[in-house]
């Protein structure tokens, strides 16, 4: 449309300078010169407008696996604009968005603020951006493009998978019921009964009908499970993960690992992230939802980039297990080298618990020969059956140790 307009205006630029060159008449020449300018001034307006254009970008810092979430963005004009506006945000790769309001077309205005919702597809570490502004010059002779670098960084949390078979496997592992003394201050999560307030208590527990009986301040008592220490191990070795993303056996192991520690965690256990580069809080044992969150965050920027191998890891790591603990690996296969692990653990009093995430409908001969192995030595094994289309995952069997 803009190389149309500005056709329009050369051919008459030509033709009154043939005229005016056929009649003689300064008045023409003058109309030309008015006439080649009008593209000129419009097109030193646009540039003016489009230098002093400047966009925020308000997004969350974390998002949920497949939860949709809002982004906004601000872009705010210092001169106005007559053309027409048309902004888009650059989205990441595995964020889809619900609706195309990333992509909008304003008319002129000072200020722009619109909102968009995108689905994170993947676990992962994403940078939102640039912003690409694109406008015309008051007359639409041309069209004027910019990208501005903002970026916005999200961490996308793996979301929590959940097999019932498998929790009621791993609720024998994080320890037995044991009861809530009469100093304790927490909550747990199963009633035991009434007692006398106690400086401390939270008011929330007073136990209004006994209160009126008595006459006396009487708290609800709970009982909750023996704290447990429960390490979380994956094998991120280089070369190791199968399937195509987004639905990976890293991927899996991810949402497994995030499903575990949630558990763990409401059992009142403490809970640790362990693969070769992880860092931070999820690094060390922790209970509560703080810890949750942090073995969240290890895991959305979890990859398969390492060199160490998933037993070695482990051996290198022992001593920085208590015993009495249990460690919990998830593995697309089972090493060579782990039953060596797994007596390591034995003789520490350390239990082990194996799961093989496994998108295939087939062991293979060589790992199920491992599989005896390990059973035999006192480790349990658990193989969970994943789809690769969907996400969906399965306890094909377990072996006890």
Not at 34 to 53: C, E, F, H, M, W
Not at 153 to 174: C, H, M, N
């Amino acid at each position: 449309m803009g190389r149309l307009k500005l056709s329009a205006v050369f051919v008459s630029v030509l033709f009154l300078l043939a005229v005016a060159a056929v009649l003689n008449g300064w008045q023409l020449y003058f109309m030309a010169t008015a006439l080649l300018a009008v593209p000129v001034v419009s097109y030193v307006l646009g540039v003016l407008a489009i230098s002093k254009i400047r966009c925020k970008r308000e997004a969350p810092e974390y998002a949920g696996e497949s939860e949709p979430i809002e982004v906004s963005v601000r872009v705010e004009c210092k001169h106005q604009i007559v053309g027409p506006i048309h902004i888009r945000d650059t989205l990441p790769k595995w964020f889809q968005p619900i609706s195309e309001e990333e992509n909008v077309e304003r008319h002129s205005a000072m200020l722009i603020t619109f909102k968009y919702r995108v689905l994170p597809m993947k676990r992962g570490a994403y940078k939102l951006g640039p912003v690409e502004v694109n406008l015309t010059d008051p007359l639409g002779f041309f069209n004027f493009k910019r990208r501005h670098r903002i970026f916005s960084d999200i961490i996308v949390y793996p979301s929590p998978l959940r097999i019932p078979e498998l929790e009621a496997r791993l609720g024998g592992a994080f320890g037995e019921h044991q009861f809530e003394g009469t100093g304790a201050k927490g909550s747990g999560v199963d009633f035991h009964g009434v007692r006398n307030y106690q400086p401390g208590d939270d008011l929330r527990r007073v136990h209004w009908r006994s209160t009126a009986r008595h006459r006396k301040l009487n708290v609800i008592e709970f009982e909750h499970r023996a704290g447990q220490d429960t390490v979380i191990a994956i094998n991120v070795k280089k070369g190791s993960q199968v399937g195509t993303p987004p639905l990976t056996s890293l991927e899996y192991s991810a949402k497994l690992a995030a499903g575990i520690s949630e558990q763990a965690l409401s059992q009142g256990n403490s809970v640790r992230l362990l693969y070769p580069g992880v860092s931070g809080r999820a690094s060390t044992l922790g209970s509560g939802i703080t810890q949750f969150y942090a073995i969240l965050e290890a895991l959305a920027v979890m990859e398969t980039n390492e060199r160490e191998s998933l037993s070695g890891m482990l051996q290198r790591e022992i001593e920085s297990i208590d015993p009495n603990s249990v460690v919990i690996c998830l593995s697309p296969e089972v090493e060579d080298d782990m039953l060596e692990c797994v007596e390591l653990f034995n003789s520490r009093s350390i239990k082990t618990l194996l799961i093989l995430v496994t998108l295939s409908s087939t062991l293979s001969h060589v790992t199920q020969m491992r599989i005896s192995e390990l059973a035999s030595r006192g480790s349990s094994i658990a193989v969970v059956r994943c789809s690769a289309s969907e996400v969906m995952a399965e306890l094909e069997y377990q072996y006890a140790g």
